[in-house]
């Protein structure tokens, strides 16, 4: 089993930036592929990110340029850096952990990120 557990989110107005953490816990592993989905109210989960094993990134269309992920494998940590946030962005956002670029097992609880316009 592995555990994620996700912090950072919070209330930011249109324009700022936030940074999410995640850390990892139980069967991790630093070939493990770390990503991040989110959640709007009324909208299914979606992928906007993922960071493989050797450090290369993917990004969904609505974030390219604006976020970043990284990873700190010592700490077993993932990143989310949001920049430009926009009002759209409003969302539960949640850590993954995979096997594959978009084939994810463990999801955290998610925090919540509210952009006010």
């Known amino acids: 089993q592995v555990q994620l557990v996700e912090s950072g989110g919070g209330l930011v107005q249109a324009g700022g930036s936030l940074r999410l953490s995640c850390v990892a816990s139980?069967?991790?592993?630093?070939?493990?592929?770390m990503g991040w989905f989110r959640q709007a109210p009324g909208k299914e989960r979606e992928w906007i990110a993922t960071?493989?094993?050797?450090?290369?990134?993917l990004y969904a269309d609505p974030v390219k340029g604006r976020f970043a992920i990284s990873r700190d494998n010592a700490k077993n940590a993932v990143y989310l850096q949001m920049n430009s946030l926009k009002f759209e962005d409003t969302a539960v956002y949640y850590c993954a952990q995979g096997i594959a670029i978009h084939q994810f097992n463990y999801w955290g609880q998610g925090t919540q990120v509210t952009v006010s316009s």
């Open positions: 960071i493989t094993w050797n450090g290369n990134t």
């Open positions: 139980g069967r991790t592993s630093s070939r493990d592929y």
